[in-house]
Protein backbone atom coordinates (compact mmCIF):
# COMPACT_ATOMS: atom_id res chain seq x y z
CA UNK A 1 0.00 0.00 0.00
CA UNK A 2 1.71 3.49 -0.68
CA UNK A 3 1.89 5.68 2.40
CA UNK A 4 2.51 9.58 2.22
CA UNK A 5 6.40 9.21 3.13
CA UNK A 6 6.89 7.16 0.57
CA UNK A 7 4.96 10.27 -1.70
CA UNK A 8 7.27 12.35 -0.21
CA UNK A 9 10.63 10.34 -0.44
CA UNK A 10 10.23 10.28 -4.69
CA UNK A 11 10.55 14.26 -3.93
CA UNK A 12 13.48 15.30 -1.93
CA UNK A 13 13.87 18.77 -0.90
CA UNK A 14 17.22 20.86 -0.46
CA UNK A 15 18.48 21.62 2.53
CA UNK A 16 18.45 25.10 2.32
CA UNK A 17 14.52 24.83 1.97
CA UNK A 18 14.81 22.52 5.24
CA UNK A 19 16.68 24.63 7.48
CA UNK A 20 14.93 27.39 9.72
CA UNK A 21 16.59 30.62 10.93
CA UNK A 22 17.79 30.80 14.79
CA UNK A 23 15.08 33.33 14.98
CA UNK A 24 15.56 34.12 18.87
CA UNK A 25 18.92 35.95 17.79
CA UNK A 26 17.51 38.43 15.58
CA UNK A 27 16.41 41.72 16.31
CA UNK A 28 16.12 43.18 12.99
CA UNK A 29 13.93 41.41 9.91
CA UNK A 30 16.74 39.85 7.13
CA UNK A 31 16.33 40.82 3.75
CA UNK A 32 15.93 36.84 3.27
CA UNK A 33 13.08 37.15 4.80
CA UNK A 34 11.38 40.91 3.60
CA UNK A 35 8.39 40.46 1.62
CA UNK A 36 7.22 43.23 1.42
CA UNK A 37 9.06 47.29 1.42
CA UNK A 38 8.44 49.37 4.24
CA UNK A 39 5.66 51.50 2.18
CA UNK A 40 4.31 48.88 0.47
CA UNK A 41 0.06 48.88 1.20
CA UNK A 42 -0.98 45.46 1.53
CA UNK A 43 -2.77 46.41 4.97
CA UNK A 44 -4.20 42.69 5.65
CA UNK A 45 -0.76 41.49 6.09
CA UNK A 46 0.75 41.34 9.24
CA UNK A 47 -1.80 41.34 12.70
CA UNK A 48 -1.89 44.40 14.49
CA UNK A 49 -0.87 43.95 18.21
CA UNK A 50 -3.47 45.48 19.63
CA UNK A 51 -6.20 43.84 17.06
CA UNK A 52 -6.71 40.29 18.98
CA UNK A 53 -10.18 41.05 20.18
CA UNK A 54 -12.31 38.80 18.53
CA UNK A 55 -14.15 41.61 15.85
CA UNK A 56 -13.66 41.62 12.63
CA UNK A 57 -10.48 44.27 11.44
CA UNK A 58 -12.77 46.17 9.07
CA UNK A 59 -16.41 45.86 10.52
CA UNK A 60 -18.75 44.79 7.83
CA UNK A 61 -16.25 42.37 6.84
CA UNK A 62 -17.83 38.99 6.82
CA UNK A 63 -15.93 35.76 8.56
CA UNK A 64 -16.41 32.46 7.88
CA UNK A 65 -19.43 30.69 8.72
CA UNK A 66 -19.56 29.01 13.03
CA UNK A 67 -21.10 25.21 12.62
CA UNK A 68 -22.22 23.31 15.59
CA UNK A 69 -22.01 19.46 15.02
CA UNK A 70 -24.79 19.08 16.72
CA UNK A 71 -27.18 21.10 14.74
CA UNK A 72 -29.37 18.97 12.95
CA UNK A 73 -28.91 20.74 9.93
CA UNK A 74 -25.40 21.09 10.30
CA UNK A 75 -24.58 18.89 6.90
CA UNK A 76 -26.33 21.39 4.67
CA UNK A 77 -24.73 24.16 6.98
CA UNK A 78 -21.31 22.94 5.98
CA UNK A 79 -22.18 22.26 2.52
CA UNK A 80 -23.18 26.34 2.06
CA UNK A 81 -19.64 27.22 3.93
CA UNK A 82 -17.70 24.82 1.60
CA UNK A 83 -19.80 26.63 -1.41
CA UNK A 84 -18.61 29.83 -0.19
CA UNK A 85 -15.57 29.98 1.70
CA UNK A 86 -14.17 26.55 1.85
CA UNK A 87 -13.97 27.09 5.18
CA UNK A 88 -15.89 26.82 9.17
CA UNK A 89 -15.31 26.91 12.59
CA UNK A 90 -17.17 23.70 14.13
CA UNK A 91 -18.03 23.74 17.42
CA UNK A 92 -19.44 20.79 19.70
CA UNK A 93 -16.98 18.69 17.37
CA UNK A 94 -16.57 16.14 20.32
CA UNK A 95 -13.01 16.22 20.41
CA UNK A 96 -11.70 16.88 24.05
CA UNK A 97 -10.59 20.66 24.88
CA UNK A 98 -8.11 19.11 27.04
CA UNK A 99 -6.35 16.74 24.35
CA UNK A 100 -5.83 19.85 22.06
CA UNK A 101 -4.58 21.54 24.75
CA UNK A 102 -1.86 18.64 25.47
CA UNK A 103 -0.83 19.16 21.95
CA UNK A 104 -0.57 22.51 21.93
CA UNK A 105 1.55 22.70 25.24
CA UNK A 106 3.72 20.11 23.87
CA UNK A 107 4.10 22.00 20.57
CA UNK A 108 5.31 24.76 22.77
CA UNK A 109 7.62 22.56 24.77
CA UNK A 110 9.46 21.85 21.44
CA UNK A 111 9.50 24.78 20.03
CA UNK A 112 10.11 26.89 22.51
CA UNK A 113 14.01 24.77 22.60
CA UNK A 114 17.49 25.92 22.11
CA UNK A 115 17.68 26.02 17.89
CA UNK A 116 20.17 23.17 18.28
CA UNK A 117 17.90 20.93 20.30
CA UNK A 118 15.34 21.22 17.63
CA UNK A 119 17.78 20.91 14.77
CA UNK A 120 18.61 16.94 16.30
CA UNK A 121 14.43 16.40 14.50
CA UNK A 122 15.53 18.04 11.58
CA UNK A 123 13.87 16.55 8.52
CA UNK A 124 15.77 14.77 6.14
CA UNK A 125 15.36 15.71 2.69
CA UNK A 126 13.62 12.85 1.39
CA UNK A 127 11.70 12.79 4.79
CA UNK A 128 7.89 13.22 5.68
CA UNK A 129 8.06 14.07 9.96
CA UNK A 130 10.75 16.11 11.65
CA UNK A 131 11.41 19.78 12.12
CA UNK A 132 11.88 22.07 9.22
CA UNK A 133 10.78 25.06 7.64
CA UNK A 134 7.51 24.78 5.57
CA UNK A 135 7.45 22.26 2.24
CA UNK A 136 6.04 24.92 0.45
CA UNK A 137 9.26 27.15 0.61
CA UNK A 138 10.75 26.04 -2.46
CA UNK A 139 8.37 28.22 -4.39
CA UNK A 140 8.90 31.39 -3.12
CA UNK A 141 11.40 33.82 -3.36
CA UNK A 142 11.76 34.61 0.13
CA UNK A 143 11.86 32.56 3.32
CA UNK A 144 8.76 32.47 5.85
CA UNK A 145 8.62 34.01 9.75
CA UNK A 146 8.00 30.37 10.73
CA UNK A 147 8.93 26.83 12.04
CA UNK A 148 6.88 23.85 11.56
CA UNK A 149 7.60 20.43 12.84
CA UNK A 150 5.79 17.21 10.75
CA UNK A 151 4.61 13.99 12.05
CA UNK A 152 3.16 11.42 10.11
CA UNK A 153 2.72 7.55 11.77
CA UNK A 154 4.27 7.83 14.97
CA UNK A 155 6.82 10.77 15.86
CA UNK A 156 8.72 8.38 18.44
CA UNK A 157 12.24 8.43 16.53
CA UNK A 158 12.47 12.13 16.30
CA UNK A 159 11.15 12.80 20.07
CA UNK A 160 13.98 10.25 21.24
CA UNK A 161 16.13 12.20 19.62
CA UNK A 162 14.92 15.54 21.34
CA UNK A 163 14.44 14.39 24.70
CA UNK A 164 16.22 10.60 24.90
CA UNK A 165 14.79 9.92 28.07
CA UNK A 166 11.45 12.15 28.07
CA UNK A 167 10.32 11.57 24.62
CA UNK A 168 6.77 9.49 26.08
CA UNK A 169 4.54 12.44 26.90
CA UNK A 170 5.38 13.85 23.82
CA UNK A 171 4.22 10.51 21.56
CA UNK A 172 1.32 9.82 23.84
CA UNK A 173 -0.28 13.26 23.53
CA UNK A 174 0.70 13.32 19.50
CA UNK A 175 -1.27 9.84 19.38
CA UNK A 176 -4.44 10.46 21.39
CA UNK A 177 -5.09 13.68 19.16
CA UNK A 178 -4.41 11.08 16.29
CA UNK A 179 -6.60 9.13 17.14
CA UNK A 180 -9.47 12.02 17.62
CA UNK A 181 -8.61 13.82 14.72
CA UNK A 182 -9.28 10.42 12.79
CA UNK A 183 -12.70 10.05 14.62
CA UNK A 184 -13.70 13.57 13.40
CA UNK A 185 -12.46 13.37 10.09
CA UNK A 186 -14.35 9.88 9.19
CA UNK A 187 -17.52 11.62 10.72
CA UNK A 188 -17.17 15.06 8.27
CA UNK A 189 -16.10 12.67 5.52
CA UNK A 190 -19.35 10.82 5.72
CA UNK A 191 -21.44 13.98 6.03
CA UNK A 192 -19.38 15.78 3.03
CA UNK A 193 -20.13 13.30 1.22
CA UNK A 194 -23.49 12.11 1.13
CA UNK A 195 -24.09 16.08 1.14
CA UNK A 196 -22.19 15.68 -2.50
CA UNK A 197 -24.62 12.32 -3.19
CA UNK A 198 -21.32 10.29 -3.45
CA UNK A 199 -22.17 7.12 -4.47
CA UNK A 200 -21.48 4.03 -1.76
CA UNK A 201 -18.38 2.23 -3.90
CA UNK A 202 -16.82 5.41 -3.97
CA UNK A 203 -16.78 5.91 0.08
CA UNK A 204 -15.78 2.27 0.96
CA UNK A 205 -12.28 3.52 1.74
CA UNK A 206 -13.97 5.83 4.64
CA UNK A 207 -13.59 4.61 7.95
CA UNK A 208 -10.83 2.25 6.89
CA UNK A 209 -8.18 4.68 7.01
CA UNK A 210 -5.40 4.31 9.04
CA UNK A 211 -3.10 7.05 10.29
CA UNK A 212 -0.48 6.86 7.04
CA UNK A 213 -3.16 8.69 5.69
CA UNK A 214 -3.12 11.61 7.40
CA UNK A 215 -0.56 14.34 8.80
CA UNK A 216 -0.01 16.65 11.94
CA UNK A 217 1.95 19.90 11.38
CA UNK A 218 2.73 21.46 14.39
CA UNK A 219 3.39 24.88 13.19
CA UNK A 220 5.47 28.03 15.21
CA UNK A 221 5.55 31.99 13.91
CA UNK A 222 7.89 33.74 16.39
CA UNK A 223 7.57 37.07 17.51
CA UNK A 224 8.54 39.23 14.73
CA UNK A 225 10.49 42.86 14.80
CA UNK A 226 8.61 43.57 11.85
CA UNK A 227 5.63 42.21 11.06
CA UNK A 228 4.37 44.13 8.20
CA UNK A 229 7.39 42.96 6.03
CA UNK A 230 7.23 39.65 6.67
CA UNK A 231 5.24 36.57 6.06
CA UNK A 232 4.40 33.73 8.71
CA UNK A 233 3.14 31.24 5.80
CA UNK A 234 2.66 32.35 2.36
CA UNK A 235 -0.80 31.95 0.31
CA UNK A 236 -1.92 27.97 -0.79
CA UNK A 237 -4.20 25.90 -0.63
CA UNK A 238 -3.82 22.50 1.18
CA UNK A 239 -3.33 19.07 -0.45
CA UNK A 240 -5.71 17.57 1.56
CA UNK A 241 -8.94 16.39 1.30
CA UNK A 242 -9.43 18.61 3.91
CA UNK A 243 -7.51 20.36 7.05
CA UNK A 244 -9.14 20.62 10.54
CA UNK A 245 -6.99 23.40 12.17
CA UNK A 246 -6.40 24.32 16.26
CA UNK A 247 -4.56 28.48 16.23
CA UNK A 248 -3.89 29.20 19.51
CA UNK A 249 -5.13 32.35 21.47
CA UNK A 250 -3.05 34.13 18.66
CA UNK A 251 -4.55 35.59 15.09
CA UNK A 252 -2.78 35.00 12.46
CA UNK A 253 -5.15 32.73 10.00
CA UNK A 254 -6.35 34.65 6.58
CA UNK A 255 -8.65 33.14 3.77
CA UNK A 256 -9.11 34.51 0.90
CA UNK A 257 -12.62 35.19 -0.40
CA UNK A 258 -13.34 36.75 -3.48
CA UNK A 259 -15.04 40.04 -3.40
CA UNK A 260 -13.30 40.76 0.34
CA UNK A 261 -9.65 39.73 -0.13
CA UNK A 262 -7.99 38.52 3.02
CA UNK A 263 -10.29 38.02 5.57
CA UNK A 264 -8.92 37.35 9.01
CA UNK A 265 -10.06 34.01 11.36
CA UNK A 266 -10.76 34.78 14.46
CA UNK A 267 -9.62 32.10 17.10
CA UNK A 268 -13.21 31.00 18.74
CA UNK A 269 -12.86 29.32 22.09
CA UNK A 270 -13.88 25.25 21.93
CA UNK A 271 -13.82 25.37 17.87
CA UNK A 272 -11.64 23.77 15.59
CA UNK A 273 -11.41 25.88 12.07
CA UNK A 274 -11.91 23.18 9.27
CA UNK A 275 -11.06 23.62 5.63
CA UNK A 276 -11.39 22.32 2.27
CA UNK A 277 -8.31 21.22 0.24
CA UNK A 278 -7.62 20.43 -3.15
CA UNK A 279 -8.84 16.63 -3.13
CA UNK A 280 -12.25 18.01 -1.93
CA UNK A 281 -12.12 20.67 -4.83
CA UNK A 282 -11.21 17.80 -7.18
CA UNK A 283 -13.61 15.04 -5.68
CA UNK A 284 -16.80 18.25 -5.13
CA UNK A 285 -15.82 19.41 -9.03
CA UNK A 286 -15.11 22.48 -7.68
CA UNK A 287 -18.52 22.90 -6.67
CA UNK A 288 -16.66 23.25 -3.53
CA UNK A 289 -13.86 25.69 -2.94
CA UNK A 290 -10.68 24.94 -2.51
CA UNK A 291 -9.36 27.66 1.04
CA UNK A 292 -6.82 29.74 -0.54
CA UNK A 293 -4.84 30.77 2.87
CA UNK A 294 -2.24 32.19 4.10
CA UNK A 295 -1.10 33.11 8.00
CA UNK A 296 0.50 36.98 9.21
CA UNK A 297 2.63 37.21 11.86
CA UNK A 298 2.93 39.84 15.09
CA UNK A 299 5.28 42.09 16.87
CA UNK A 300 4.64 41.00 20.81
CA UNK A 301 2.94 37.28 20.64
CA UNK A 302 4.26 34.02 19.52
CA UNK A 303 1.68 32.32 17.76
CA UNK A 304 1.55 28.08 17.72
CA UNK A 305 -1.18 25.94 15.68
CA UNK A 306 -2.06 22.70 15.25
CA UNK A 307 -3.29 20.95 11.83
CA UNK A 308 -4.28 18.01 10.59
CA UNK A 309 -4.47 17.45 7.13
CA UNK A 310 -6.83 14.31 6.31
CA UNK A 311 -6.05 12.62 3.16
CA UNK A 312 -7.90 9.81 1.14
CA UNK A 313 -5.72 6.85 1.19
CA UNK A 314 -2.11 7.26 -1.69
CA UNK A 315 -3.64 4.54 -3.69
CA UNK A 316 -6.85 5.34 -4.52
CA UNK A 317 -8.19 7.35 -7.10
CA UNK A 318 -10.24 10.59 -7.13
CA UNK A 319 -12.26 11.87 -9.82
CA UNK A 320 -14.95 14.64 -9.94
CA UNK A 321 -17.91 12.39 -9.05
CA UNK A 322 -20.66 13.65 -11.57
CA UNK A 323 -23.31 11.99 -13.56
CA UNK A 324 -22.09 12.91 -17.13
CA UNK A 325 -18.60 12.85 -17.52
CA UNK A 326 -17.94 15.41 -20.11
CA UNK A 327 -19.26 17.64 -17.04
CA UNK A 328 -16.04 16.92 -15.48
CA UNK A 329 -13.56 19.34 -14.52
CA UNK A 330 -10.59 17.61 -13.45
CA UNK A 331 -9.35 14.26 -14.68
CA UNK A 332 -8.98 11.15 -12.89
CA UNK A 333 -5.74 11.51 -10.67
CA UNK A 334 -4.10 8.70 -7.88
CA UNK A 335 -4.04 10.55 -4.65
CA UNK A 336 -0.16 9.71 -4.57
CA UNK A 337 0.39 11.19 -8.04
CA UNK A 338 -1.19 14.17 -7.31
CA UNK A 339 0.67 14.91 -4.23
CA UNK A 340 4.08 14.65 -6.96
CA UNK A 341 2.42 16.69 -9.21
CA UNK A 342 2.08 19.37 -6.15
CA UNK A 343 5.32 18.61 -4.91
CA UNK A 344 6.70 19.65 -8.59
CA UNK A 345 4.57 22.54 -9.69
CA UNK A 346 2.61 23.68 -6.46
CA UNK A 347 0.29 26.41 -7.12
CA UNK A 348 -0.02 25.01 -10.62
CA UNK A 349 -1.03 21.63 -10.05
CA UNK A 350 -5.27 22.01 -10.16
CA UNK A 351 -4.90 23.33 -13.62
CA UNK A 352 -2.56 21.01 -14.38
CA UNK A 353 -5.21 18.61 -14.20
CA UNK A 354 -7.78 20.75 -15.66
CA UNK A 355 -9.85 19.70 -18.08
CA UNK A 356 -10.28 22.67 -19.77
O1 LIG B 1 -1.02 28.29 11.20
C1 LIG B 1 -2.09 28.30 10.60
O2 LIG B 1 -3.09 28.87 11.05
C2 LIG B 1 -2.23 27.64 9.25
C3 LIG B 1 -1.27 26.53 9.00
C4 LIG B 1 -1.34 26.00 7.61
O3 LIG B 1 -1.91 26.58 6.73
C5 LIG B 1 -0.67 24.72 7.29
O4 LIG B 1 0.00 24.14 8.18
O5 LIG B 1 -0.83 24.27 6.12
FE1 LIG C 1 -2.30 25.24 5.06
Redesign the pocket.
Known amino acids: MATLSEAYREHPLHLRHIIPLDFSSLSTLPDSHAWFQPHDHDHNNHQDDDDDHGHDRDGGIPSIPIIDLADPNAMELMGMACENWGAFQLKNHGVSVSDIEEVEKEAKRFFDLPTEQKLKALRSPGGATGYGRARISPFFPKFMWHEGFTIVGSPSSDAKKIWPNHYQTFCDKIEIFQKQMNALSEKLTRMMFNLLEIPEEEKKWVGSTNSNNGAI ?1 L ?1 FYPCCPEPNRAMG ?1 AP ?1 T ?1 TSLF ?1 I ?1 H ?1 SETN ?2 QIFKEGNGWVQVNPNPNSLIVHTGDFLHIISNARFKCAL ?1 R ?1 VVNRNKKRY ?1 V ?1 YFHNPPLDYVVSPLVVNSNDARFRRVGVKEYFGIKAKNFGEALSLISTS
Open positions: QNLHDTLQGLHVSA
